[in-house]
């Protein structure tokens, strides 16, 4: 079965610092790997995933199939980036459906 | 464009008793997804609705079902419920096909406390 790890429970870092959030997968086949993001009191919401390999907010990140790793990058924390960060895994598990597996989640907290 | 909507926000319930949760896909999606956010468990699949029918469900007990109905807005059922069933419940939409297919919109989500 697939799984999706993220080690770090809580990240801390201050402005102006890179920041790298880490997320390793198992899964055997190609799945699509997503990050979500929770702000404070809002809702769950698509920060990127790996087919369109854009920047978002100033976030990348790469798939390494090799290291089966999707880590998540910003060379400059803002204070903004402050959230819960969940990396997630899709794959076509028969009949079509694109059900989700996510890691249990990095919170994210950026230091004035 | 208005998002997902969930109902109620909040459900307090007693050991035994039945609760039903309601999701509102986005204008235009099919397809509808639970997903269940235990403390320490993180966000788990429960089920998929598309097409008004059952098309996948995740690692939880019968007690767990729902259904869609010919609006595409779902229900979520959980009977005899347990201690352990106190989560944040949210649900996600996303087209049948296109492009669109693999991006999943979530509502704010249900918590469901059970006493």
């Known amino acids: 079965a697939q799984r999706v790890t993220q080690p770090e429970k809580l990240l801390s870092v201050f402005k102006g610092a890179p920041v790298e959030l880490k997320c390793n997968y198992s899964?055997?086949?190609?799945?699509?790997l997503f990050w979500y993001v929770q702000y404070s009191r809002q809702r769950l919401q698509l920060l990127l995933r790996h087919i369109s390999r854009e920047s978002i907010k100033g976030f990348t990140a790469d798939l390494n199939k090799g290291e089966t790793s999707f880590h998540l990058k910003k060379p400059f924390a803002q204070e903004e980036d402050s959230a819960m960060y969940y990396c997630a895994l899709s794959l076509n598990s028969g009949a079509g459906s694109y059900q989700l597996t996510f890691g249990k989640g990095t919170k994210l907290s950026v230091i004035p | 464009e208005a998002g997902v909507t969930q109902s109620p926000t909040h459900l307090i319930k007693t050991r035994g008793q039945q609760a039903t949760l309601r999701c509102s896909p986005i204008s235009g999606h099919t397809s509808v997804y639970w997903y269940q956010q235990a403390l320490g468990l993180g966000l788990q699949f429960l089920l998929w609705?598309?097409?008004?029918?059952e098309r996948n469900r995740g690692n939880f007990p019968p007690r767990f079902s729902g259904r869609q109905f010919p609006n595409y807005s779902s229900e979520l059922n959980v009977n005899a419920l347990e201690l352990e069933d106190s989560a944040l419940y949210l649900c996600?939409?996303?087209?049948?096909w296109g492009a669109g297919v693999n991006e999943q919109f979530f509502g704010p989500g249900t918590r469901l406390t059970v006493l």
């Open positions: 609705y598309d097409e008004g029918e």
């Open positions: 899964y055997s086949g190609s799945p699509e």
């Open positions: 996600a939409s996303t087209p049948r």
